[in-house]
Structure formats: C-alpha cells, structure tokens
C-alpha cells in the first residue's frame, strides 16, 4: 500500500490549493478515504473523509463550506479543494486509508498560508 500526497505550497490567504493523493498497492475503489492534518505543535486533526463510491461525504465544522473532498476511483486518486484559506489552515496534510479506523497514511504535503 502506497498513498502519495501532492499539490501543497505556500499561498495568500483567501487562497486556493488542490491538494491530490494517489493511491497504490489496493483496490482504491473499495476503501473509504480520509484526510487528516497536523499543525505546527499541534495533534493530528481529521479534516474530511469520503466513502468509497463519493455519495457520502463529511467534514470538520472548521473546514466545511471552504474545503471539498472527491476521488477519481479510475485515477484511484484522492483530492482535498481548499478555499478561504485562513493562517489556521497552515499544516501538514496527510491521506488516509480507512478499515475502521486508519491503517495507512502518506508522507504528508505542507499548506502554508501566509501573506
């Protein structure tokens, strides 16, 4: 198993990244996904997770109406679309597989906001 994060930088806030996570190594189309992240000092937090056909999604309170969750089961390809972003915003962001809980996760792909 293998979950590969991409597409983090810096940006302004009121910014915009997509951040992506490609998936190898298992039938992505048959996993719940997940993203999490960790701010500097901080714990992990859960950002967003998305069931296995996308007709269910769900996010963080502090996230919702800015950040959407999707995946591509063909690409088997996670992405995170972040907008608004604010400084709070700023962590490291990982990709999760679900089997309950989380059982794999990626290196990771670092969001600064910051103007």
């Known amino acids: 198993v293998q979950l590969v994060e991409s597409g983090g930088g810096l940006v302004q806030p009121g910014g915009s990244l997509r951040l992506s996570c490609a998936a190898s190594?298992?039938?992505?189309?048959?996993?719940?996904m997940r993203w999490v992240r960790q701010a500097p000092g901080k714990g992990l937090e859960w950002v967003s997770d998305i069931n296995s056909g996308a007709t269910s999604k769900s996010y963080a309170d502090s996230v919702k109406g800015r950040f959407t969750i999707s995946r591509d089961n063909a690409k088997n390809t996670l992405y995170l679309e972040m907008n608004s972003l604010k400084p709070d915003d700023t962590a490291l962001y990982y990709c999760?597989?679900?089997?309950?809980?989380?059982?794999?996760w990626g290196k990771g792909t670092l969001v600064t906001v910051s103007s």
């Open positions: 999760a597989r679900l089997t309950g809980g989380m059982d794999y």
């Open positions: 190594g298992f039938t992505f189309s048959s996993y719940y």
